[in-house]
């Protein structure tokens, strides 16, 4: 997936985002396989378990069994065709979601080559906090950041301006 480009950008926003509401202490299970984040949060102390690649829409074993304190979901609710079940079958109590955010000026994410690779939702913000409320979270905190690329044309300048990622920890409602 990360073939020719890293995404330094956002794991440092990640990963900071991440440091500022819970300690190394705690223990984390990482919605997706291993991925180069998740090898990123356990280099700098973190306790993190990744589901192992079951389709999520189909089968929340994983969710139900979980002992984890923190769930993370990070860019992987835009693959989901129903992320509501999912969020209802997290056991742990802190949450944190990452998402490419919806962009007027360009179409959803489609690979022609991988089925898991492609965005079902482009979320905008006040969806994925709404989806959060719909199923027991309470946003506690949020960020936004742009995603500029270095390339000429009227989509780069755009994203210079646009917030592209989204990211919200969440407690659950008791």
């Known amino acids: 997936m990360y073939e020719k480009t890293f995404p330094n950008k956002r794991f440092k926003h990640t990963l900071e985002f991440l ?19 998740s090898v ?10 990744n589901t192992s690649g079951e389709d999520l829409d189909e ?14 979901a990070f860019e992987i609710f835009e693959h989901l065709l129903n992320p509501y079940t999912i969020l209802k079958e997290i056991k742990s109590e802190k949450l944190f979601i ?6 007027w000026f360009t179409p ?6 991988d089925m ?6 482009e979320f905008e913000d006040w969806q994925l906090d709404w989806l959060l409320e719909k199923t027991g979270w309470k946003i506690i905190d949020r960020q936004k950041w742009t995603n500029p690329v270095k390339q000429i044309g009227i989509r780069p300048l755009l ?6 990622y989204y990211i919200v920890y969440a407690e659950k409602v008791k």
């Open 98 to 103: 990452s998402i490419p955010m919806r962009l």
């Open 19 to 37: 440091r500022k509401h819970i300690s190394t202490s705690e223990t984390i299970l990482d919605l997706g396989v291993e991925n180069p984040f």
């Open 59 to 72: 089968n929340q074993e994983a969710l139900k069994n979980a002992t984890a304190t923190v769930t993370t």
């Open 116 to 121: 898991w690779d492609r965005h079902y939702h």
């Open 40 to 49: 990123i949060m356990k280099e700098q102390g973190f306790s993190v378990t």
């Open 108 to 113: 959803a994410y489609r690979s022609k080559t």
């Open 159 to 164: 994203r210079k301006f646009t917030n592209r």
